[in-house]
């Protein structure tokens, strides 16, 4: 049997990271754009998206910080595009909702449990900050509960629904794949799901390889052959781990969300240097990478016809 190809997701500016921590971090419409589109080009079939005010780089998950870059992708590139609905800690459901219910991607991200979600630890390596709100944002991550409820994933899955958008369920620990067993066995997901298995955020599950492996395997018991996966690592785990379930038969996620850096101790130029390294690895060690529309026949995606950018 063919072994399945490997589908790269690029998460290009998230809402962890600040713009103090790294020049490359894309916070305006066209830093975010033009990443998005040279990640695209480097090999990425599906592109994470976050947004940001671009006057100061503040996490947003407004439309109209949106509208201005989702276009330019979508004529640019034949990426799948993923719109957040995590958004940043800080946010409620009802927020993080509205750009997907405007925009109508293909993909969705959604947090499958509520939990500590923390970085305060990364405000120790700066003393000069960029901009007035990113010290305080960073220290005050200490006291953050990401909330994602049963109650907030229904909601999330009814909202969407009549949009045909396909959930990247984020799991930050085994407990949240119990959750989604749950979801579906009511009815609020059909199978194929795809998960992205999350490692080393504080307050997760640690990016050992151990915890992939013990994720994978309860997958199996829980979802059987009804799931596709992929491995986002945190920080220095990103790229070992995805190498690692590369060859698992898994996919994988990078971009400067989730790693500010190309190796220790030096930053990433781009999301698309990211990109180009892992493509390079999967490559190297006898995988192919899929396309954007190989991804969507994996996945079983709407299409990019039927988007609302």
Known sequence: MARQKT??????????HTPTMSDALPITFDDIASQAVEAAEAGASILHLHTRHPDVGRPSVEPEHYAPFLPRVKQATNAVVNITTGGAPTMLIKERLKAAE???????SLNMGSMNFAFHPLAKRYDDWKFDWEKDYIEGSESNIFRNTFADIR??????APHSIKFEHECYDVGHLYNLKHCMDIGLFKAPIFLQFIFGILGGIGSDVENLIFMKQTADRLFGDDYRWSVLGA??????????ASQMGGNVRVGLEDSLFIRRGELAESNAQQVTKIRRIVEDLGCEVATPDEA???LDLKGGDRVNF
């Open 235 to 244: 920080g220095g785990a990103q790229m070992p781990l995805a190498t690692t």
């Open 102 to 108: 405007q925009f109508s991607p293909e993909m969705c």
């Open 7 to 16: 589908i790269i997701t690029c998460a290009i500016t998230g809402s962890i």
């Open 155 to 160: 909601e999330a899955a009814e909202r969407l």
């Open 296 to 298: 969507r026949e994996i």
